[in-house]
C-alpha cells in the first residue's frame, strides 16, 4: 500500500534533509550528471583536453567534439557554482551537417535518463481544493505552472524569511550549514503560486498546518513529448511566430472559471516553451538567430533575468538554455550592432567539423547505416571494405584548410594522431594556433568543409546510381564521383568548390596508396601481410647495429606485443631497397631515417605495444614496391601478370587472388574485380 504521506510537504523536505531526494538547480543537475561519469585525458592535435565519458555511451554517441564539449562542461560548471555564466546561454554556431543539434538532442536524451533515478528525479507541487474559495470556479487542483521544486515552496511559506528558515530548522530539522545551502538556490513563488498561496493563508486564518493541507507534491512529467523537462523551439517563419510561443498568454478557458480579474492564474503559461521547462530543465531553442528581433528580444529578457513576465507578473525559472546558429546567420545578426546586447549574453561556442580521419569512420558508418542494404530489385547489396576509408579520408580533406609548414596528408595525418614523416605534432599544434588567430571564423582550423549532410548526400547518389544497382556492390572508388556531383550541386563558392575538386584528387592517392597495400596483402594471401614486412623492416634496422649480430646475421629479440624471444635474419639487400624506394640515396640520409624511425619506435612501443608503424605511408609504399617488384620476376611486376592474363600461369594467379579478396578480404566478386581492374591502370598514381 502506497503511504498517504508520500505527497505531503513534510515529508518530501525529510527526505531533502535525508540525501534520499535532491534540491538543486538545472545547471548543478547537468553538470553532476557530466561529472559524476569517468573522465579520461587526451591528447587532441597537440594540446591536453578531457573526455567525458557520458557522451561516449549508447548506440549513436557524439564522435569527436572535445573542444565544443570541454567548453560546454566549463559553462555548467561555472554557472553550477554561481558564476556568471549563469547569466547567459550557451550557442552553439557552426557550419550546417557539423552535429550541434545532435549534440543538444544527445545532451537532453541523457539528461532525462538521468532524472529518471528515483534520487534525481525532480517534483514540483500543486493546489488542491480550489473550489472551497468560489472564485475559482469549477477548478479544482491548480498545478504550479513553471513546475516549482516543493523546496521554492518552503522557502516561501511564510512572508517573513525568518519565519521561514526557523520552520525548517525547528519542524524539519536542517542544520543551519543546510538552510544556507538551500538559499543558495532561493527564489520568490511565481505570481500565481504566490497569489494563490495568499488566497489559502486568507481561507485558513494563516494555520500552516490546515494551510499545507492544500499542498500535494507530485513528480515532474518526463515524457519526451510534452515537452517537458528538455524542449526544443524551433525558429518559425515571420508571421506565425511571436512571444506568446515562448511565454504564454491569457486563457480564455480560464476566464471562464476565475471570477478574479487580478488573478495572474489567467495567464496559461504552459503555451509557451519556457514554463514546461521552467523547473530544473533545458531549454532548446534551434536557429535562434533565425527568428525575427522582438522575439530575440524575449531571450535577451528571459537569458539575463531568468524570469517569464507578462504584463508585469513574474514567473522565476530554472532552466539551461542552449542554442544554436549556423555561420552566415550568426553573421548577420553581428552585423546589426544594436543588437550587440544579445550577443553579449551569450556565451558563443564555434563548433568545428571533424578532423581526424579515424574517428571519421565511424560518422561515416553512422551515415552508411548498420542495416543491411539492399539493390532496387531487393538484392543484398555489398559494400565495398574500402568505402568507408574513401568517404572518411575524402570528407576530412575538405575540412582542412591549407597551409605552407604542412601538406594536407601531413595536416590530416598529425590530426589523426598519426606520424606524418618529419613533420611534429608541434607543428600542427602551430598551424592551429595561427589559424585560429583570423576573425573570418569560416577561415580557422577544421570551420569549412563537407559536413556530414553532403557526406550522406554522396552515398544516397551512390546507391541509386545503375552500376551500384547492376553490380549489387558499393564500390569505394565511385564515392569520388558521387562526392564530386555534391561539390558542383551544393557549394556555392567557386573557391571553396575549386579546393574540395583539389581535395578530391589528394584522396584519390590515398586511395591509391591503399589499394597497393591491399594487392599485397591479396598476393601473400594473408589479411596482415604487408603489417609483418613493415615491423621486419623497423626489427632489422634495430638490429643491424646491435652486439651480439653473428656473421650469420640472425639477431635475437623480444617481441613487446608478444613478450616473446624470435630470432630474425637481417637482410641488407632488403632494407637497402626500402631505402632507395624512399630516394635516401647518401648513407647519411639513410641513417637520419632510421634514428627517426628508431626514436618513434622508443617513443610509441612504451605507450602502445601494438604500434605497428601502417600509419607512416611512405614507408608502408616503399615496402609494398619493394615486396610486389621482387617477388614477381618478369613483365612489369604484379601489374602486368594481373592485366595480361593470357598466360595460364597469370590467370591463375589472378584466380588466386580473386580468392583471397572473397573468403580473408570482406570483398564481393564486384568489387574484387574492379578493385584489380582499377589496380591495373596509371589512374591517381603520386
Same mark, same amino acid.
Request: proline residues 3%; contains cysteine; aromatic residues 10%.
Given at each position: 500500500?502506497?503511504?498517504?504521506?508520500?505527497?505531503?510537504?513534510?515529508?518530501?523536505?525529510?527526505?531533502?534533509?535525508?540525501?534520499?531526494?535532491?534540491?538543486e538547480?538545472?545547471?548543478q543537475?547537468?553538470a553532476?550528471?557530466?561529472?559524476e561519469g569517468?573522465?579520461?585525458?587526451v591528447?587532441?592535435?597537440?594540446?591536453?583536453?578531457?573526455?567525458?565519458?557520458?557522451f561516449?555511451t549508447g548506440?549513436?554517441?557524439?564522435?569527436?567534439?572535445?573542444d565544443?564539449?570541454?567548453?560546454?562542461?566549463?559553462?555548467v *560548471?561555472?554557472?553550477?557554482e554561481?558564476?556568471?555564466?549563469?547569466?547567459?546561454?550557451?550557442?552553439?554556431?557552426?557550419?550546417?551537417?557539423?552535429g550541434?543539434?545532435?549534440?543538444?538532442?544527445?545532451l537532453?536524451?541523457k539528461?532525462?535518463?538521468?532524472?529518471?533515478?528515483?534520487?534525481? +528525479?525532480?517534483?514540483?507541487?500543486?493546489?488542491?481544493g480550489?473550489?472551497?474559495?468560489?472564485?475559482?470556479?469549477?477548478?479544482?487542483?491548480i498545478?504550479?505552472?513553471?513546475?516549482?521544486?516543493?523546496?521554492?515552496?518552503a522557502?516561501n511559506?511564510?512572508?517573513?524569511?525568518?519565519?521561514?528558515?526557523?520552520?525548517?530548522?525547528?519542524?524539519?530539522?536542517?542544520?543551519d550549514?543546510g538552510?544556507?545551502?538551500?538559499y543558495?538556490?532561493?527564489r520568490?513563488?511565481?505570481?500565481?503560486?504566490?497569489y494563490?498561496?495568499?488566497?489559502?493563508?486568507?481561507?485558513?486564518?494563516?494555520?500552516?498546518d490546515?494551510?499545507?493541507?492544500?499542498? /500535494?507534491?507530485?513528480?515532474?512529467?518526463?515524457?519526451?513529448?510534452l515537452g517537458t523537462?528538455?524542449?526544443?523551439?524551433p525558429?518559425?517563419?515571420?508571421?506565425t511566430?511571436?512571444?506568446?510561443?515562448?511565454?504564454?498568454?491569457?486563457?480564455?478557458?480560464?476566464?471562464?472559471?476565475?471570477?478574479?480579474?487580478n488573478?495572474?492564474?489567467r495567464f496559461?503559461?504552459?503555451?509557451?516553451?519556457?514554463?514546461?521547462?521552467?523547473?530544473?530543465?533545458?531549454?532548446?531553442?534551434d536557429?535562434?538567430?533565425?527568428?525575427?528581433k522582438?522575439?530575440?528580444?524575449?531571450y535577451?529578457?528571459?537569458?539575463?533575468?531568468?524570469?517569464?513576465?507578462?504584463?508585469?507578473?513574474?514567473w522565476?525559472i530554472?532552466?539551461?538554455i542552449?542554442?544554436?546558429?549556423?555561420?552566415?546567420?550568426f553573421?548577420r545578426?553581428?552585423?546589426?550592432?544594436?543588437?550587440?546586447?544579445?550577443?553579449?549574453?551569450?556565451?558563443?561556442?564555434?563548433?568545428?567539423?571533424n578532423?581526424?580521419?579515424?574517428l571519421?569512420?565511424?560518422?561515416?558508418l553512422?551515415?552508411?547505416?548498420?542495416?543491411?542494404?539492399?539493390?532496387?530489385?531487393?538484392?543484398?547489396l555489398? /559494400?565495398?571494405p574500402n568505402?568507408?576509408?574513401?568517404?572518411s579520408?575524402?570528407?576530412?580533406?575538405?575540412?582542412?584548410p591549407?597551409?605552407?609548414?604542412?601538406?594536407?596528408?601531413?595536416t590530416?595525418?598529425?590530426?589523426?594522431?598519426e606520424?606524418a614523416?618529419?613533420?611534429?605534432i *608541434?607543428?600542427?599544434?602551430?598551424?592551429?594556433?595561427?589559424?585560429?588567430?583570423n576573425p573570418?571564423?569560416?577561415?580557422?582550423?577544421?570551420?569549412?568543409?563537407?559536413?556530414?549532410?553532403?557526406?550522406g548526400?554522396?552515398? /544516397?547518389?551512390?546507391?541509386?546510381?545503375s552500376?551500384?544497382?547492376e553490380? +549489387?556492390?558499393m564500390?569505394?572508388?565511385?564515392?569520388?564521383?558521387a562526392?564530386?556531383?555534391?561539390?558542383l550541386d551544393?557549394?556555392?563558392?567557386?573557391?571553396?568548390?575549386?579546393?574540395?575538386?583539389e581535395?578530391?584528387?589528394?584522396?584519390?592517392?590515398?586511395?591509391?596508396?591503399?589499394?597497393?597495400?591491399e594487392?599485397f596483402?591479396a598476393?601473400m594471401?594473408?589479411?596482415?601481410?604487408?603489417?609483418?614486412?613493415?615491423m621486419?623492416?623497423?626489427n632489422?634496422?634495430?638490429?643491424?647495429?646491435?652486439?651480439?649480430?653473428?656473421?650469420?646475421?640472425?639477431?635475437?629479440?623480444?617481441?613487446?606485443?608478444?613478450?616473446?624471444? +624470435?630470432?630474425?635474419?637481417?637482410?641488407?639487400?632488403?632494407?637497402?631497397?626500402?631505402?632507395? +624506394?624512399?630516394?635516401?640515396?647518401?648513407?647519411?640520409r639513410?641513417?637520419?631515417?632510421?634514428?627517426?624511425?628508431?626514436k618513434?619506435?622508443?617513443?610509441?612501443?612504451?605507450?602502445d605495444?601494438?604500434?605497428?608503424?601502417?600509419d607512416?605511408?611512405?614507408l608502408?609504399?616503399?615496402?609494398?614496391?619493394?615486396?610486389?617488384?621482387?617477388?614477381?620476376?618478369?613483365?612489369g611486376?604484379?601489374?602486368?601478370?594481373?592485366?595480361?592474363?593470357?598466360?595460364?600461369?597469370?590467370q591463375?594467379?589472378y584466380?588466386?587472388?580473386i580468392?583471397?579478396?572473397?573468403?580473408k578480404?570482406?570483398?564481393?566478386?564486384?568489387?574484387?574485380? *574492379?578493385?584489380?581492374?582499377?589496380f591495373?591502370?596509371?589512374?591517381?598514381?603520386k
Amino acid at each position: 500500500m502506497p503511504d498517504k504521506n508520500n505527497g505531503t510537504l513534510h515529508h518530501h523536505l525529510l527526505a531533502v534533509r535525508e540525501d534520499e531526494r535532491c534540491f538543486e538547480n538545472a545547471f548543478q543537475s547537468v553538470a553532476r550528471m557530466i561529472l559524476e561519469g569517468d573522465i579520461e585525458k587526451v591528447v587532441v592535435n597537440g594540446k591536453t583536453t578531457y573526455d567525458f565519458s557520458i557522451f561516449r555511451t549508447g548506440k549513436k554517441h557524439i564522435i569527436g567534439m572535445y573542444d565544443e564539449l570541454n567548453s560546454f562542461v566549463s559553462y555548467v *560548471k561555472d554557472a553550477a557554482e554561481g558564476g556568471s555564466s549563469k547569466e547567459m546561454a550557451y550557442v552553439l554556431v557552426g557550419e550546417p551537417g557539423n552535429g550541434k543539434t545532435f549534440f543538444v538532442e544527445y545532451l537532453c536524451a541523457k539528461y532525462r535518463s538521468f532524472l529518471l533515478k528515483p534520487q534525481n +528525479r525532480k517534483y514540483t507541487f500543486k493546489f488542491t481544493g480550489m473550489d472551497k474559495f468560489g472564485t475559482y470556479g469549477r477548478l479544482t487542483t491548480i498545478e504550479s505552472q513553471t513546475y516549482e521544486d516543493p523546496m521554492i515552496l518552503a522557502m516561501n511559506l511564510f512572508d517573513d524569511p525568518d519565519e521561514n528558515r526557523t520552520f525548517l530548522s525547528k519542524q524539519i530539522g536542517f542544520s543551519d550549514e543546510g538552510i544556507e545551502a538551500l538559499y543558495d538556490n532561493y527564489r520568490p513563488m511565481g505570481a500565481c503560486s504566490g497569489y494563490i498561496w495568499n488566497d489559502i493563508r486568507s481561507l485558513t486564518d494563516g494555520g500552516i498546518d490546515e494551510m499545507l493541507k492544500f499542498v /500535494q507534491i507530485v513528480p515532474v512529467p518526463l515524457t519526451e513529448s510534452l515537452g517537458t523537462v528538455t524542449g526544443k523551439y524551433p525558429a518559425k517563419d515571420k508571421i506565425t511566430s511571436s512571444a506568446v510561443d515562448l511565454l504564454g498568454e491569457e486563457s480564455i478557458q480560464r476566464l471562464l472559471h476565475i471570477t478574479d480579474t487580478n488573478n495572474p492564474y489567467r495567464f496559461d503559461l504552459r503555451r509557451g516553451a519556457l514554463a514546461r521547462v521552467a523547473g530544473g530543465g533545458i531549454h532548446f531553442s534551434d536557429e535562434i538567430y533565425k527568428n525575427k528581433k522582438d522575439l530575440v528580444q524575449v531571450y535577451l529578457g528571459v537569458i539575463q533575468n531568468r524570469s517569464i513576465e507578462i504584463d508585469g507578473f513574474k514567473w522565476p525559472i530554472d532552466t539551461l538554455i542552449i542554442a544554436t546558429s549556423n555561420n552566415s546567420e550568426f553573421n548577420r545578426f553581428l552585423s546589426e550592432k544594436e543588437e550587440a546586447p544579445i550577443v553579449d549574453r551569450c556565451r558563443i561556442c564555434y563548433v568545428s567539423h571533424n578532423t581526424n580521419y579515424k574517428l571519421q569512420e565511424d560518422l561515416t558508418l553512422y551515415t552508411i547505416g548498420n542495416e543491411a542494404r539492399t539493390t532496387l530489385t531487393k538484392e543484398n547489396l555489398h /559494400q565495398d571494405p574500402n568505402l568507408n576509408y574513401a568517404a572518411s579520408v575524402a570528407s576530412v580533406l575538405s575540412r582542412l584548410p591549407r597551409s605552407e609548414k604542412l601538406t594536407p596528408v601531413e595536416t590530416m595525418k598529425l590530426a589523426a594522431g598519426e606520424v606524418a614523416g618529419e613533420k611534429s605534432i *608541434k607543428t600542427l599544434a602551430e598551424v592551429i594556433d595561427t589559424l585560429n588567430q583570423n576573425p573570418d571564423i569560416t577561415k580557422r582550423f577544421g570551420q569549412k568543409g563537407l559536413g556530414q549532410r553532403n557526406l550522406g548526400r554522396s552515398i /544516397q547518389l551512390l546507391i541509386e546510381s545503375s552500376e551500384t544497382n547492376e553490380g +549489387r556492390c558499393m564500390f569505394a572508388y565511385d564515392i569520388y564521383k558521387a562526392l564530386e556531383r555534391v561539390i558542383l550541386d551544393y557549394v556555392t563558392d567557386a573557391s571553396d568548390r575549386a579546393k574540395y575538386l583539389e581535395d578530391l584528387k589528394i584522396a584519390k592517392g590515398m586511395y591509391r596508396e591503399r589499394i597497393m597495400t591491399e594487392m599485397f596483402n591479396a598476393y601473400m594471401d594473408e589479411p596482415l601481410a604487408i603489417r609483418r614486412d613493415v615491423m621486419n623492416y623497423v626489427n632489422m634496422i634495430i638490429g643491424i647495429d646491435a652486439e651480439n649480430l653473428g656473421p650469420d646475421k640472425m639477431w635475437k629479440y623480444r617481441d613487446p606485443q608478444t613478450g616473446e624471444l +624470435r630470432a630474425l635474419k637481417i637482410d641488407e639487400r632488403y632494407i637497402k631497397s626500402v631505402e632507395e +624506394r624512399l630516394e635516401l640515396k647518401t648513407q647519411e640520409r639513410r641513417e637520419t631515417f632510421r634514428t627517426s624511425i628508431r626514436k618513434i619506435y622508443g617513443q610509441k612501443i612504451s605507450v602502445d605495444p601494438d604500434y605497428d608503424f601502417m600509419d607512416n605511408l611512405d614507408l608502408v609504399k616503399a615496402i609494398t614496391d619493394v615486396r610486389l617488384k621482387s617477388d614477381i620476376a618478369g613483365a612489369g611486376s604484379l601489374i602486368g601478370a594481373l592485366a595480361n592474363r593470357t598466360n595460364e600461369e597469370n590467370q591463375k594467379l589472378y584466380d588466386r587472388m580473386i580468392g583471397t579478396m572473397l573468403t580473408k578480404l570482406n570483398y564481393c566478386k564486384t568489387c574484387a574485380q *574492379k578493385t584489380i581492374e582499377y589496380f591495373c591502370t596509371q589512374e591517381d598514381e603520386k
